[in-house]
């Protein structure tokens, strides 16, 4: 006697949802085009997104080097061209300089120009977001879940918070890395990744001098790919065959050749390959090498602690493109903390990546993708969610009510705008001795003619000027000699970092004190040199 047994019921995989039967939104999902159509997920991380734009439109501006850009970006718009010698330190004429971040420091000038101070905040707030979607596409379609995309996102920010509070060129070349990281890590490489590749490096060439990060994020999925090739096969002649490692060498090769495609050529590249020998760079702490008593330091331990575990329980397959970037990117960031902002993508990549895998390892199914359920009603709210909060952005009320805007408007509170007012008033005579760390708002909101000392470009001080400011910000030996030695007959002080050599100088007969608040203080020589 025989049984038959019933038959399973068939499984479908994800079963289609029917859209609204209102008319006016049937048709438009009629008309909207599958690929404009989008995901539930999307649509969240659309409004998480969007919340991020707003809050960056509103932090202050702190008075970092984004002013010494903008002063240069002025200076080439003023001269209509791109200056070969320091232009605005009297201190360095004659000093060879190569802008690498001519295109940034143009465009950032004539958007304040046009819209004030909010298009700094927009500039800011828009390269970070960019970055954050960037990374959160990728995480989604290689993961398709929205938890691990999220932990991954949020590990890309703990690792890159302290460097994203200052506003700069370097905002630009962090979304070119991230979407060249992006392109190079899909199931597959699309036909118009190509001209994509070549087109950001062409552009990061001339928005900020680290473009050879990506030459060499590029280079290292072309010798990743070969050694993956030559352990499986054991045949260098297979490398040679495989069309995914001879187009990553091809796609490198061209890469280079569109960092050429500047107004300097390849002394670009000699200047940033001296730059990184400069030695006035060990003087200053963020380029000091990474450690546990800083918070970004802190933060890489605990993302790097994940990365262990999670690659001694995700069952993937670690490819040795993985490890180049890894080791490769995560090396540099010891050696100066600086560089965490190439290795933080390639981190929370990697994080939700794995941490995915062995999320699925550890519930005991294959880690299988799901068919995605793409509807139109998802594109219209993500849409909604991102264009209603930019509207009442700062720039965006500068854009539709075409205002520019007080100039200290979005400034921070230890900005030393009263300084600056007080030097307007009463213009210094001579060489002006100011700190480092004022010396771009100085160039940007002083008087035009006004001899700043240094500013953030450190690397073009001579040895000599840069050891005596040094000498005078330490009190070393010698530090009143200095002074007298370039003339100085004005010091501008941040009141809160200096304030030993701003009592020094109080109690000093030959000085008197201009002008001082909590931030600042302006000290001039009673007899003038």
């Known amino acids: 006697m025989s049984t038959t047994l019933p038959e399973p019921p068939v499984r479908h995989a994800v079963e289609p949802a029917h859209e609204s039967h209102d008319p006016a939104f049937d048709s438009l999902q009629d008309r909207m085009p599958e690929w404009m159509r989008t995901t539930k997920s999307f649509a969240v991380f659309g409004g998480i997104l969007s919340a991020l734009f707003f809050v960056l439109s509103f932090l202050p501006i702190y008075h970092t080097d984004v002013w010494g ?56 707030a828009a390269c970070i977001t960019i970055c954050c979607g960037l990374l959160i596409a990728r995480m989604q379609t290689r993961t398709r879940n929205p938890w691990m995309t999220f932990v991954g996102l949020i590990a890309y920010l703990g690792l890159l918070w302290i460097q994203l509070a200052i506003v700069r060129p370097q905002l630009a070349g962090m979304v070119c890395c991230t979407a060249v990281l992006c ?5 597959r490489f699309p036909r118009w990744g190509w001209a994509a590749v070549i087109g950001i490096m062409a552009v990061w060439a001339n928005v900020h001098g680290s473009f050879p990060v990506g030459i060499a994020i590029l280079g290292a999925f072309a010798v990743g790919r070969a050694v993956d090739i030559l352990r499986r096969t ?6 040679l065959k495989d069309d995914t490692f001879r187009r990553n060498v091809l796609l490198t090769q061209l890469a280079f050749a569109a960092t050429l495609l500047n107004p ?21 702490v963020e380029w000091e090498p990474l450690s546990l008593r800083m918070k970004q330091g802190q933060a890489a331990a605990i993302v790097g602690f994940l990365l262990v575990v999670l690659y001694r329980l995700s069952p993937r397959r670690v490819t040795v493109t993985e490890v180049l970037l890894q080791v490769g990117l995560g090396g540099a960031t010891l050696w100066t ?84 007012e007080y030097l307007h008033k009463n213009p210094p005579q001579g060489q002006v001795f100011n700190t480092y760390e004022l010396g771009d708002y100085l160039l940007w909101a002083g008087p035009r003619d006004m001899k700043v000392f240094v500013n953030s470009h450190a690397h073009l001080v001579p040895e000599e000027i840069w050891r005596g400011y040094l000498d005078v910000v330490n009190l070393s030996s010698g530090w009143k000699e200095t002074l007298e030695l370039y003339s100085v007959n004005t010091v501008v002080l941040d009141n809160t970092r200096r304030r030993d050599l701003a009592r020094t100088l109080k109690r000093d007969e030959e000085w008197r004190v201009g002008y001082e608040d909590r931030n600042s203080i302006v000290l001039v020589r009673r007899k003038p040199l």
Do not use: C
Request: avoid cysteine; hydrophobic fraction near 50%; aromatic fraction near 14%.
């Open 234 to 239: 054991n045949r260098f002649g297979a490398v």
């Open 264 to 284: 300097y050529g390849l002394a670009l590249w000699s200047d940033v390959v001296s730059f990184w020998k400069n030695p006035n760079l060990s003087d200053l």
């Open 183 to 187: 392109l190079m890590t899909g199931r």
């Open 69 to 124: 850009h903008l002063a240069y970006g002025r200076f080439i718009t003023e001269t209509r061209a791109l200056p070969t010698t320091e232009p605005l330190l009297p201190l360095l004429k004659g000093v060879p300089f190569v802008d690498s971040a001519w295109l940034s420091q143009l465009v950032g000038y004539q958007l304040v120009a046009q819209f004030g101070n909010s298009a700094i905040r927009f500039l800011y």
């Open 337 to 420: 903390s600086r560089m965490i902002v190439w290795w933080a993508p390639v981190a929370a990549y990697y994080l939700a990546l794995h941490g995915n895998a062995a999320y699925h390892h550890w519930r005991g199914g294959r880690l299988t993708l799901e068919p995605i359920e793409r509807r139109s009603m998802w594109t219209v709210t993500a849409f909604g969610l991102f264009i209603v909060p930019a509207l009442v952005t700062p720039f965006g009320g500068a854009v539709l009510h075409n205002r520019k805007g007080d100039a200290t408007i979005g400034l921070s509170a230890q900005t030393p705008v009263g300084a600056v």
